[in-house]
């Protein structure tokens, strides 16, 4: 029993210790996301407005995490133990704060957590004037994460209050096991949380359906990536998915197949935690953080527009050379060839645009992951984070 002990002070520190990393990661993301809301409002980056419109949403993200992450400090029997910050309430008050973190937790923050990652995957797909440039999009986003959680969160808010009756009748033969709707138990002086197996049945069966969408929704957005470095990000987002996500249910499973306090309940408790945690912080990073850090890398759209004046300063200059020597060399020569020979020079420096100025194409949110302005091969596509512009005529060379 002391060596379980110590291991559970040693997960419990460890636990602390990876939550504030997470609410530091979190904090300085949600000052990064105000700082790049301010750049695009303030310097007009008109450009850039289309990946700033998730800014709502993105913020919701970190704090549901940061609330999960609070939410496994409480959890921890660590706190209890004499000396410890909760150990002056009574036991049945320790009760009740489990109880709560089964519902804030398992009910309401992992689930609306995955729910938003959803959202936020799905918002680039939509049509531009109803997705993320509407300026309603944040807020009817958070209804629909906040509905579409109630019934998990009903379900758990069940098990919680309803299930302890279920297991009464254990003794004459018909009733469910403890472990299946026990939120706490108490040893040595102090209340120790547990998971009840059908909250975690529950939290399974949510897991898996989010994860065949994503999976399916992950392969839509692969399809528009152009860049190996943004596929690398997808699958990354793919493989925390489905990865992390079902680990944390299986580990919360197996935990309360073993004694809940013996060492291996706590390790699998603590490896649920780890999961959950590495998934939150890549999550946070790569649809966050880089995002924002591609677009500032672009500079301000005078800046963008200076760039693109120079390269086609330099590339007509290049071609009237190109142009006025092929006319040098091509003396002597017969029509017909002069005029094939330059019909051929001639396209090597053409450059067309639309009679009104205007672009067509649309912006995708993971497209802009990489602030690259490599010139790209014939019939390949547009450069990212620009839209695609259309020749209407062609000139005719001159025979």
């Given at each position: 029993?002391?060596?379980?002990?110590?291991?559970?002070?040693?997960?419990?520190?460890?636990?602390?210790?990876?939550?504030?990393?997470?609410?530091?990661?979190?904090?300085?993301?949600?000052?990064?996301?105000?700082?790049?809301?301010?750049?695009?409002?303030?310097?007009?980056?008109?450009?850039?407005s289309?990946?700033?419109?998730?800014?709502?949403?993105?913020?919701?993200?970190i704090?549901?995490?940061?609330?999960?992450?609070?939410?496994?400090?409480?959890r921890?029997?660590?706190?209890?133990?004499?000396?410890?910050?909760?150990?002056?309430?009574?036991?049945?008050?320790?009760?009740?704060?489990?109880?709560?973190?089964?519902?804030?937790?398992?009910?309401?923050?992992?689930?609306?957590?995955?729910l938003?990652?959803?959202?936020?995957?799905?918002?680039?797909?939509?049509?531009?004037?109803?997705?993320?440039?509407?300026?309603n999009?944040?807020?009817?986003?958070?209804?629909?994460?906040?509905?579409?959680?109630l019934?998990?969160?009903?379900?758990?808010?069940?098990?919680?209050?309803?299930?302890?009756?279920?297991?009464?009748?254990?003794?004459?033969?018909?009733?469910?096991?403890?472990?299946?709707?026990?939120?706490?138990?108490?040893?040595?002086?102090?209340?120790?949380?547990?998971?009840?197996?059908?909250?975690?049945?529950?939290?399974?069966?949510?897991?898996?359906?989010?994860?065949?969408?994503?999976?399916?929704?992950?392969?839509?957005?692969?399809?528009?990536?152009?860049?190996?470095?943004?596929?690398?990000?997808?699958?990354?987002?793919?493989?925390?998915?489905?990865?992390?996500?079902?680990?944390?249910?299986?580990?919360?499973?197996?935990?309360?197949?073993?004694?809940?306090?013996?060492?291996?309940?706590?390790?699998l408790?603590?490896?649920?935690?780890?999961?959950?945690?590495?998934?939150?912080?890549?999550?946070?990073?790569?649809?966050?953080?880089?995002?924002?850090?591609?677009?500032?890398?672009?500079?301000?759209?005078?800046?963008?527009?200076?760039?693109?004046?120079?390269?086609?300063?330099?590339?007509?200059?290049?071609?009237?050379?190109?142009?006025?020597?092929?006319?040098?060399?091509?003396?002597?020569?017969?029509?017909?060839?002069?005029?094939?020979?330059?019909?051929?020079?001639?396209?090597?420096?053409?450059?067309?645009?639309?009679?009104?100025?205007?672009s067509?194409?649309?912006?995708?949110?993971?497209?802009?992951?990489?602030?690259?302005?490599?010139?790209?091969?014939p019939?390949?596509?547009?450069?990212?984070?620009?839209?695609?512009?259309?020749?209407?005529?062609?000139?005719?060379?001159?025979?």
């Open positions: 029993m002391p060596l379980t002990r110590n291991f559970a002070d040693a997960f419990g520190l460890l636990t602390i210790c990876l939550v504030a990393l997470l609410v530091l990661l979190g904090l300085c993301c949600i000052a990064y996301s105000f700082y790049f809301r301010i750049q695009v409002r303030r310097q007009a980056f008109t450009q850039l289309y990946f700033s419109g998730p800014w709502i949403i993105r913020i919701t993200f704090l549901l995490a940061i609330w999960w992450g609070f939410g496994e400090v409480v921890l029997s660590f706190l209890r133990k004499e000396g410890g910050v909760l150990h002056a309430h009574t036991l049945q008050w320790q009760e009740t704060v489990c109880k709560c973190y089964i519902v804030s937790n398992l009910g309401f923050a992992e689930p609306c957590l995955f938003t990652l959803v959202f936020l995957l799905r918002a680039p797909l939509q049509k531009m004037e109803n997705g993320i440039l509407s300026q999009w944040n807020g009817k986003t958070v209804l629909c994460i906040l509905l579409s959680c019934p998990i969160f009903l379900l758990q808010l069940f098990v919680i209050l309803i299930g302890p009756q279920l297991s009464k009748g254990k003794s004459s033969g018909h009733g469910l096991p403890a472990y299946f709707t026990r939120a706490a138990y108490q040893s040595i002086n102090i209340t120790v949380c547990t998971y009840p197996l059908l909250s975690t049945i529950l939290l399974g069966l949510f897991t898996t359906v989010l994860t065949v969408y994503l999976f399916w929704l992950g392969r839509r957005i692969w399809k528009l990536v152009i860049n190996k470095g943004l596929q690398k990000r997808v699958y990354t987002l793919i493989f925390s998915v489905s990865s992390f996500l079902p680990l944390r249910v299986l580990l919360l499973g197996l935990s309360v197949l073993p004694k809940s306090d013996d060492l291996k309940s706590e390790a408790t603590f490896l649920a935690f780890v999961a959950l945690i590495c998934f939150a912080g890549i999550c946070i990073c790569m649809l966050v953080y880089l995002p924002i850090a591609d677009c500032l890398a672009l500079g301000s759209p005078h800046d963008l527009e200076a760039r693109r004046r120079v390269l086609d300063e330099q590339n007509d200059t290049i071609s009237l050379i190109a142009n006025q020597s092929h006319l040098e060399e091509s003396i002597g020569i017969s029509p017909e060839r002069n005029s094939d020979a330059s019909t051929k020079r001639g396209s090597i420096s053409f450059r067309a645009y639309g009679k009104d100025g205007s067509t194409g649309t912006f995708v949110e993971l497209s802009l992951f990489s602030p690259s302005r490599d010139a790209t091969p019939g390949s596509p547009p450069l990212l984070g620009w839209p695609m512009r259309y020749p209407t005529q062609v000139q005719e060379p001159q025979k």
